[in-house]
């Protein structure tokens, strides 16, 4: 706990206004993280864009919203859930007068901040972000350790993904809640256009067979994220779905199976002129439509490699 002691003290040390901002296109995870911690140290939360329509979902069901910024004057920023320039949808971090980046994913390109406290072993942003406002002494509301144990629960593919230090931050985070409705409000009704599409991308995609895994890949317009998350809760093994129009693509591996998917997604991403990133068992990348194809090998050519060296 020795990093969230420092963490603790270098928000306690920040002067002036704070803006506490997440990646663009946020999840719950970034939401849950941004909400919580900017009350924690009397900030701002905002996202750089409107978050994702899940995450919406389950922040309406706690009665919470989240602002967009729109370029207010703040004297320090704090990055949840994202350490890379690259992820802030235009934002500039640069004309903050000091930067903390708070995060847990594999990326490349991490920008410079004044401090940053990255742990890639955390299943989600979120378990930071409760251990923080802990070692604040900040008295988390049940409403706010909901929301995070939500994130968890969503990050972690609910617990899929979890190690044993998820499980007793977790648990930590549901004392005294009613478990069985976090649930229910962590899992909305998914919208009949998304339903359509993952079905859509999941019918057409291809499957590759190598040695004894599965590698699942699919062409989408949009949900490249839920495509291939389906496309492994189906039984494959790593899948790949691109968005070749907005130069887009998203990695989704089985739990146990070789590797790590932002690792992957890395590759990817400097494939694509772009950049790429994230968990173990999810990330993504985007860069320049003209590279997608491109970037589409390299993803293959990397999984290739880790099963390679898999002895098949």
């Not at 989240?66 to 920023?77: F, R």
């Not at 339903?195 to 999941?202: E, F, G, P, T, W």
Request: charged share 20%.
């Amino acid at each position: 706990m020795k990093g969230i002691a420092r963490l603790a003290r270098e928000l306690t040390a920040l002067q002036g206004s704070t803006l506490v901002l997440t990646h663009a296109t946020a999840d719950l995870d970034a939401c849950a993280c941004a909400l919580v911690l900017a009350r924690a140290i009397n900030a701002e939360a905002r996202t750089p864009d409107r978050p994702t329509g899940s995450a919406w979902r389950v922040l309406e069901n706690y009665g919470r919203g989240i602002l967009e910024y729109g370029g207010e004057k703040y004297d320090n920023l704090v990055l949840v859930d994202v350490s890379n320039a690259d992820l802030l949808g235009g934002v500039d971090p640069h004309k903050f007068k000091k930067i903390i980046a708070i995060d847990h994913h594999y990326h490349n390109n991490h920008l410079k901040a004044d401090y940053s406290h990255i742990e890639h072993e955390r299943a989600s942003c979120a378990e930071i972000v409760f251990d923080a406002c802990n070692a604040l002494g900040a008295r988390l509301s049940p409403t706010e350790r909901a929301l995070l144990l939500s994130a968890v629960l969503h990050d972690s593919a609910f617990f899929k993904s979890a190690n044993s230090q998820t499980l007793r931050t977790a648990a930590q985070m549901a004392d005294g809640l009613d478990y069985a409705a976090v649930v229910a409000k962590a899992t909305p009704n998914g919208e009949y256009g998304e339903i359509k599409a993952v079905q859509k991308a999941v019918a057409a995609a291809e499957l590759v067979r190598y040695g004894r895994f599965t590698i699942g890949i699919a062409a989408v317009k949009a949900f490249e994220l839920q495509s291939a998350a389906a496309l492994v809760e189906m039984g494959c093994d790593y899948a790949l779905a691109v968005d070749e129009e907005h130069g887009k693509m998203s990695c989704v591996k089985r739990v146990g199976a070789p590797g790590t998917a932002g690792k992957i997604m890395e590759k990817a991403g400097k494939a694509f002129g772009g950049s790429g990133g994230g968990h173990e068992c999810a990330a993504g990348s985007h860069g320049q439509p003209k590279k997608t194809q491109k970037a589409l090998e390299t993803a293959k050519k990397e999984i290739m490699l880790l099963l390679g060296n898999n002895n098949l």
